[in-house]
């Protein structure tokens, strides 16, 4: 049965009122602004709440669109006691456009977007103090927010298509394809960059713990840089690439970790790590691909993102002897952007232009994980193969595996364990898009 725009806006509606009543970092409480006076008048009072609904919901079914990609990218297996679809489904490339790795993905990023629409239009008609400044602070976050989650729906359904312009339930826009969908992720990031290039010294909300050094006007421009350079990088647009790192918070003297993360809590109703499984465990378990630890330079140190198991894990003929470690515990953060990914986006604005500059950021990386400078030949090939090897160990688990192989044309390169396993190229749209 076909579900209708308006029973599907409901629930949205309805989603965003329950989601309020957590709180990020265990802070304040969500409670108080509902959908309506946001759109119809967004105050200062409801503001910081509107803030931190987008950003809570930013982080539901994110270990779903995770796991997806993560298995599309034979980084590792899911396996769960509870849905052998991961096993199934997932590995084998026959993807199912009714069920909840499909739908709902899709649901809870658009339902984000719609939470940023309802403050972009109570922002628009608001009758509060805001000052120029503000306001085009406030515009410049919440459409660098929509940008980034319409960037996670268009790297799932690739060309399948997205929906762009949502903002009218009754009157929704057209499924675009993936280029015109990344044009459109351009124009909305361009345009946030100019809002916070105008937009003062300060934001009239507070930011959760993950923007740390990216809490104000110009430090989350430097973040909309960097997530606008890993779009050009997705368009081959290498010239821009290298001219937006130029403005964000790349450093190659820096921390690499140094970026912008979800964060989680124990608090109240607030969301604990969905990606957090304890070691050696048997119902539910992320095992390592064997080809993570086969394929490694020795001597890498990311090789400790995954940990032997006490016994092998097996399940419909796949196996896994090792654990996926990268989050420890319930509360740590998940990473949107970091600076080594912004490293590796430069060596790759540079790989053909200026191999020699590539390979000094290659380098950086290198280094940084135990290993010696990078002394293979400087042809565009070879450094994309060097580039896309680092990017595998340096961003294993963070869902760019399966994006980076299908950009590079190489994802019959990724392997299959099974007779009749096939990587897929996309995700399907749902049976049921509208919203």
């Not at 937009?199 to 050094?213: A, E, M, V």
Request: with cysteine; aromatic share 8%.
């Amino acid at each position: 049965m076909k579900i209708t725009k308006k029973f599907n806006i409901i629930i949205l509606t309805i989603g965003f009122l329950a989601f309020t009543s957590c709180s990020l970092d265990g802070g304040e409480s969500l409670n108080g602004a509902s959908t309506s006076s946001i759109s119809d008048d967004l105050s200062r009072g409801e503001l910081p709440q509107a803030i931190s609904g987008i950003l809570s919901d930013m982080r539901d079914r994110l270990n779903t669109q995770v796991d997806v990609q993560s298995i599309m990218g034979r980084e590792y297996y899911y396996f769960t006691s509870s849905d052998p679809r991961f096993e199934g489904d997932v590995v084998t490339g026959n993807l199912d456009n009714q069920t909840f790795y499909t739908t709902n993905v899709w649901s809870t990023r658009y339902a984000a977007i719609k939470e940023a629409n309802l403050a972009l239009e109570g922002l628009a008609n608001t009758t509060s103090d805001f000052s120029a400044q503000e306001t085009a602070a406030i515009r410049g976050v919440l459409n660098t927010l929509k940008a980034h989650e319409l960037l996670m729906v268009s790297n799932n359904q690739y060309t399948n298509g997205i929906r762009i312009d949502v903002a009218d339930p009754d009157n929704l826009g057209p499924i675009v394809g993936y280029d015109e969908a990344l044009t459109a992720i351009l124009g909305l990031l361009t345009d946030a960059a100019v809002d916070l290039a105008s937009g003062g010294s300060s934001f009239p909300f507070n930011l959760t713990s993950g923007y740390t050094g990216f809490d104000t006007p110009a430090g989350f421009l430097q973040f909309n840089k960097g997530l606008t350079a890993r779009v050009e990088a997705y368009r081959g647009n290498y010239s821009s690439v290298l001219s937006l790192l130029g403005g964000s918070f790349m450093n190659m003297a820096g921390d690499l970790n140094e970026g912008v993360y979800h964060t989680f809590s124990l608090t109240g109703a607030d969301l604990s790590n969905p990606l957090f499984i304890a070691q050696n465990q048997e119902a539910n378990v992320r095992v390592a691909h064997s080809s993570f630890l086969v394929d490694a330079e020795a001597g890498d140190t990311r090789t400790n993102k995954v940990t032997l198991r006490d016994t092998p894990r097996e399940a419909s003929d796949l196996v896994g002897t090792h654990d996926v470690w990268i989050y420890q515990s319930l509360l740590d953060n998940v990473p949107i952007l970091r600076n080594s990914e912004l490293i590796l986006l430069y060596a790759e604005a540079n790989m053909v232009s200026n191999p020699a500059e590539a390979v000094n950021a290659i380098n950086v990386i290198r280094n940084a994980a135990g290993l010696v400078d990078y002394a293979g030949a400087q042809t565009p090939s070879a450094l994309e193969d060097e580039i896309l090897n680092q990017r595998r160990y340096e961003l294993f688990a963070e869902s760019h595996r399966w994006v980076d192989m299908r950009r590079f044309g190489r994802l019959s390169e990724l392997p299959n364990d099974r007779a009749g396993d096939m990587v897929p190229s996309a995700v399907p749209i749902p049976f049921d898009d509208d919203f």
